[in-house]
């Protein structure tokens, strides 16, 4: 096993997490019940501007080619200090690929024209071309409200991606979806198909716990990972082949805590008596619990900016992370999962269809 990631000196990719919050209610994401109420073990935290100017210094940026920012359970946008926090990155280098994946359902023209000026990517999630099938996996965000903001950042110069997470429902929106992403300006149509049905159907819930819909597979743009699930026994014995490790990239989560991935920060918030805590699921707990007595071991505030430097955080003690891929006992089941030689990329295979809409031209024509 490799005793190390790599060394502070060596990153080239920061995925930022700025915030917990999110106005969105998504049925499979980690921050809510089913797309009802928010899990009650999230604390919504989130980052400053000055935090951002303390944590990452002029030379670590401008050591970058990317800064991108995501995670686990909040959107960017609703980070009051998101635009000051890219603006301050491209002061510190006008090289710097700045990027962004979001709902896209909030904030006003000026943000998304500042957006635009600075050079930032943005990924915007429009899964579907009518409100009503967009809406049904997005709860309370606002087709027209995002489709008015893309074209806003369009408008003003920004590179704009049309990320469309397909279902059963609206696989036959496809067509029109991409027609429209041409028309608007997209510079690229990317078409996923989510792996995280784990049963034949995913139940979405309201906020008192009611059920409101039930969402199906695409059967036209199906994931490869349904249905092809790795194994126990590959899981507990395939190599790992670290995909942030060759990025050389890591993950600063919304609480300050720094890990290699968003995958390896997301268990943060499942921990043994906390209310919605998925520790209390039999098939995870083991999980973990392994998990939880390696952050144990080395100590929360040393994984955290509020109260550790980056440099020793990634150079003492993200080490300890590479040496849980040995197959016993303590191995990070996250990482066999993710990044583990079974043959499926449970991430890769999420995307069905990525197109240049600039060089397609009408992906929709004949």
């Known amino acids: 096993m490799p005793d190390r990631l ?17 106005q969105a209610a998504c049925p499979m994401c980690g921050r ?50 998101c635009l000051a926090m890219f603006a301050h990155a491209r002061a510190a280098s006008g090289s710097l690929n700045l990027a962004m994946n979001t709902n896209g359902s909030a904030r006003n023209a000026a943000f998304w024209t500042g957006l635009a000026h600075l050079g930032v990517t943005v990924r915007f999630a429009l899964d579907g071309a009518t409100a009503e099938s967009h809406v ?24 704009a991606v049309w990320e469309m997470l397909v279902f059963k429902h609206s696989q036959h929106e496809v067509p029109e979806a991409e027609r429209m992403a ?11 198909s989510t792996n995280r049905f784990y049963d034949a159907v995913q139940v979405v819930q309201d906020e008192t716990g009611a059920q409101v819909d039930t969402l199906r597979p695409s059967d036209a743009y199906p994931a490869p990972i349904l249905g092809n699930r790795p194994s126990e026994h590959a899981l507990n014995t395939c190599g790992i ?3 942030v490790s060759a990025q050389k990239s ?8 720094v890990f290699p991935c968003c995958w390896l920060g997301g268990p943060m918030i499942d921990k043994p008596g906390l209310p919605d805590s998925r520790f ?16 144990g071991m080395m100590g929360q505030d040393n994984l955290s900016l509020h109260k550790t430097p980056l440099p020793v955080i ?35 295979s999420t995307f069905v269809d990525k197109k240049s809409l600039a060089e397609a031209g009408n992906p929709s024509a004949g």
């Not at 890591?250 to 805590?257: D, I, Q």
């Not at 209390?280 to 952050?295: E, F, G, K, R, T």
């Not at 003492?316 to 996250?334: E, G, Q, T």
Request: hydrophobic content about 35%.
């Open 182 to 192: 041409t028309e608007m300006g997209f510079s690229q149509f990317v078409l996923k």
């Open 136 to 159: 049904r996996y997005r709860r309370h965000t606002r087709f027209d409200a995002i489709l008015k903001n893309a074209q806003t950042f369009i408008d003003a110069g920004g590179k």
């Open 32 to 81: 809510n019940l089913r797309g009802g109420r928010t899990r009650a073990n999230l604390p919504l935290d989130e980052i400053t501007i000055d935090d951002f100017k303390a944590w990452f210094s002029q030379e670590f940026l401008q050591q970058l080619n990317t800064l991108f920012m995501c995670g686990n359970f909040g959107d960017p946008i609703t980070a009051q200090d």
């Open 314 to 348: 990634v150079n003492r003690y993200f080490p300890h992370f590479a040496r849980r891929w040995a197959p016993d006992d303590k191995r990070l089941m996250k990482c066999a999962q993710i990044c583990g030689k079974t043959g499926i990329d449970p991430f890769e």
């Open 280 to 295: 209390h699921d039999p098939h995870m707990s083991n999980q973990l619990q392994v998990y939880h007595d390696l952050i």
């Open 6 to 22: 790599y060394e502070y000196r060596e990153i080239r990719m920061l995925h930022l997490e700025p915030t917990a919050k999110c």
């Open 250 to 257: 890591l993950y600063v989560a919304s609480s300050g805590m």
């Open 241 to 243: 082949s670290c995909k």
